[in-house]
């Protein structure tokens, strides 16, 4: 729709967990790295917690691509509201595991430990990975649990990671899962990105769209992007998405923070605009009517959208000075 306008090879704020647009700040680094470990080395459980659109799905869903399927067989539950004889089936189907192991727990439990270490001897791991875990009813935290004591004498025969939202580690501190609680080994938690990260965040993605950030967003676009998200990657998507088809539809580029503040009303994102921007101490950067920024009486030849792509190329450039990435690389 917009992608011929804005130099785009692609949209690139779409909602779907695509690795090729990870950005990494430094939470999501460590967070990456833990879940690397956890599922590369049998470590048994691993929890990754994060409030809702701070990038979960995305750090699981790159750790998975990068695992070599001979070396890491990774089954992955996305939906995990199941009832108790749904899982056990989940994971006899999931595993491969012979017909016999749906007729009852007690010959899944025992194929599947013949599974998991015969494939230790083979020097293989295999790991469970339970996305949306904060949703989990009590009887699969418990049967989850219960997958642990399926284990060597010396190692963890299967891997499992919990990722949810905070309400996990909420439900993890009740004294009847205080057992689960005990056995993870490994545990990381997501929050959102500040205004740098947020500027890199936007600018990493439209690169890779094949875009130039400076011409597509205005600074002053990207402060209002940062309040009105949070510094939630997710709601920079949808912020950032429809800001660009308000840019489109109004023929304006870069877009400026006034369409930003037309889509946060649209989506009743409250009065974030409203609150202090980085750059209040300057002239607010855009291509609104001169009553909003006017041009200085002594330089009536000034071209706002000019102005417009200076104050962008000012803002990345600021974050580049003080937190480099390959982002940002000519």
Excluded: W
Aim: charged share 25%.
């Amino acid at each position: 729709m917009y992608e011929s306008f804005f130099g785009l090879r692609e949209r690139p704020f779409d909602l779907a967990p695509n690795p090729r647009f990870l950005y990494l700040a430094k939470r999501h680094r460590e967070a990456l790295s833990h879940l690397r470990y956890g599922l590369t080395s049998p470590r048994g459980f691993t929890l990754l917690l994060g409030e809702a659109g701070t990038g979960k799905t995305t750090l699981v869903q790159t750790v998975l691509e990068e695992l070599e399927p001979n070396t890491v067989e990774c089954v992955l539950l996305s939906n995990p509201t199941l009832t108790r004889a749904e899982f056990l089936e989940f994971l006899a189907e999931s595993f491969k595991l012979g017909p016999e192991s749906r007729l009852s727990k007690t010959r899944l439990l025992a194929e599947l430990r013949r599974h998991l270490e015969a494939r230790q001897e083979a020097g293989k791991l295999t790991a469970l990975v339970l996305d949306e875990a904060q949703s989990l009813p009590y009887e699969l935290l418990e049967e989850v649990r219960l997958l642990s004591n399926i284990e060597a004498s010396s190692s963890k025969l299967l891997n499992v990671v919990l990722a949810g939202q905070p309400e996990l580690a909420d439900r993890l501190n009740e004294p009847a899962l205080r057992q689960l609680k005990q056995r993870v080994s490994l545990r990381c938690e997501l929050g959102p990105l500040d205004l740098v990260d947020t500027a890199a965040y936007v600018a990493g993605r439209l690169r890779i769209a094949g875009g130039n950030p400076v011409e597509i967003f205005s600074r002053e676009a990207v402060t209002a992007i940062h309040e009105s998200s949070q510094g939630l990657p997710r709601t920079i998507n949808v912020v950032c998405d429809n800001a660009l088809i308000g840019g489109f539809a109004a023929q304006v580029r870069p877009v400026p923070r006034s369409i930003v503040l037309e889509v946060m009303r649209d989506f009743d994102l409250g009065a974030a605009g409203a609150a202090p921007s980085l750059f209040a101490h300057e002239p607010a950067i855009g291509l609104e009517r001169r009553e909003e920024a006017s041009a200085p009486e002594n330089d009536s030849s000034a071209d706002p959208a000019q102005e417009a792509q200076e104050g962008s190329r000012e803002i990345f450039g600021m974050y580049k000075r003080r937190r480099p990435f390959s982002f940002f690389s000519s």
